[in-house]
T-cell receptor, first 113, second 112 residues
Framework: NAGVTQTPKFQVLKTGQSMTLQCAQDMNHEYMSWYRQDPGMGLRLIHYSVGAGITDQGEVPNGYNVSRSTTEDFPLRLLSAAPSQTSVYFC????????????FGNGTRLTVT | QQPVQSPQAVILREGEDAVINCSSSKALYSVHWYRQKHGEAPVFLMILLKGGEQKGHEKISASFNEKKQQSSLYLTASQLSYSGTYFCGTEGYGGSQGNLIFGKGTKLSVKP
């Protein structure tokens, strides 16, 4: 049981480059979300999705795009990377029904130079 | 709006107790607690629902005072394995357990 899988684990970008962080889950969870983690700032919500075709903004959405074409996948796109986007990114998923915790992926460490 | 966690950091000797607090300025439906080891993903500890219920996980328990929008995490007879950063994640009314708002974390260090 893979759970939540994120790729890549590490990435270095130059300012202005674009890239997509991949996230996939095999638990048939409706809810998926992206968080970024910076030292001393905790986990901040970027975007989330309640199901295929539905996305919404979190606390810090600027500079990021998402889409949800399938239940399993929730990619995060950086259109023009900036040094301020240097961070560790976590994807998470959970059920919408009942009481359920967030299941986190192992994270992607992104450095923008 | 991020909940406020206190203290920011705490150092314990094995066997000592600790309390970590989480306060929100908005009405809460639930509070989730996670622990994160360095370089790893956060790991779920427990969920507290409105009603002030106290939940337990080994020697770790928590309470939720919905009137004060506060939750406290109690670590009893701490072990070395308890070291890490603890985060509370809050769910407001109209929100969802899928888009929790997390505090900045409390770093707990347990020494032999």
């Amino acid at each position: 049981n893979a759970g939540v899988t994120q790729t890549p684990k590490f990435q270095v970008l130059k300012t202005g480059q674009s890239m997509t962080l991949q996230c996939a889950q095999d638990m048939n969870h409706e809810y998926m979300s992206w968080y970024r983690q910076d030292p001393g700032m905790g986990l901040r919500l970027i975007h989330y999705s309640v199901g295929a075709g539905i996305t919404d903004q979190g606390e810090v959405p600027n500079g990021y795009n998402v889409s949800r074409s399938t239940t399993e996948d929730f990619p995060l796109r950086l259109l023009s990377a900036a040094p301020s986007q240097t961070s560790v990114y976590f994807c998470a998923s959970t059920r919408t029904e009942g009481i359920s915790p967030l299941h986190f992926g192992n994270g992607t460490r992104l450095t923008v130079t | 709006q991020q909940p406020v966690q206190s203290p920011q950091a705490v150092i314990l000797r094995e066997g000592e107790d600790a309390v970590i607090n989480c306060s929100s300025s908005k009405a809460l439906y639930s509070v989730h607690w996670y622990r994160q080891k360095h370089g790893e993903a956060p790991v779920f500890l427990m969920i507290l629902l409105k009603g002030g219920e106290q939940k337990g996980h080994e020697k770790i328990s928590a309470s939720f005072n919905e009137k004060k929008q506060q939750s406290s995490l109690y670590l009893t007879a701490s072990q070395l394995s308890y070291s890490g950063t603890y985060f509370c994640g809050t769910e407001g009314y109209g929100g969802s357990q899928g888009n929790l708002i997390f505090g900045k974390g409390t770093k707990l260090s347990v020494k032999p």
